[in-house]
C-alpha cells in the first residue's frame, strides 16, 4: 500500500514558476514508476510527465516540454514537479500517482492515486 500527498500548487502569473511534490508513504516506493496527470474543469485527465523507479526512464507530454521537469528522491520518498513557464492553459488540479517499476501515460494503469492540488494560472 502506497498513500501519495501532494503539495506545492497555488496561484501564480503566466510566466511564473511553482514546484510541486509527490510525498509518500508505505512500502518500497522506490520501486513506483510515477506519473503526474492534471485534469481541468470540464476535461479529461491528461498525462503530464512520467518517471520510472530508477528515474531512468522520463516522459512528458508534448505540450510542457522544455517548461516541465520531473524528479525524484527516493531517499525522501518524494517526486518533484518542477513548472516553469507557465501558461494559463496550464490551469488544473494535479494529481500524483504511482504503479509498479514503470511509467504509462494511461491513467487506468495506475494503482495509487494522491488526492490533488490545485494550480491557477491567471493571464
Known amino acids: 500500500q502506497v498513500q501519495l500527498v501532494e503539495s506545492g500548487g497555488g496561484l501564480v502569473q503566466a510566466g511564473g514558476s511553482l514546484r510541486l511534490s509527490c510525498a509518500a508513504s508505505?512500502?518500497?516506493?522506490?520501486?513506483?514508476?510515477v506519473g503526474w496527470f492534471r485534469q481541468a474543469p470540464g476535461k479529461e485527465r491528461e498525462f503530464v510527465a512520467g518517471?520510472?523507479?530508477?528515474?531512468?526512464?522520463?516522459q512528458y507530454t508534448d505540450s510542457v516540454k522544455g517548461r516541465f521537469t520531473i524528479s525524484r528522491d527516493n531517499a525522501k520518498n518524494t517526486v518533484f514537479l518542477q513548472m516553469n513557464s507557465l501558461k494559463p492553459e496550464d490551469t488544473a488540479v494535479y494529481y500524483c500517482?504511482?504503479?509498479?517499476?514503470?511509467?504509462?501515460?494511461?491513467?487506468?494503469?495506475?494503482?495509487?492515486w494522491g488526492q490533488g492540488t490545485q494550480v491557477t494560472v491567471s493571464s
Open positions: 508505505g512500502r518500497a516506493f522506490s520501486s513506483y514508476g
Open positions: 518517471i520510472s523507479w530508477s528515474g531512468g526512464a522520463i
Open positions: 500517482a504511482a504503479r509498479a517499476l514503470s511509467i504509462s501515460d494511461n491513467p487506468r494503469l495506475y494503482t495509487y
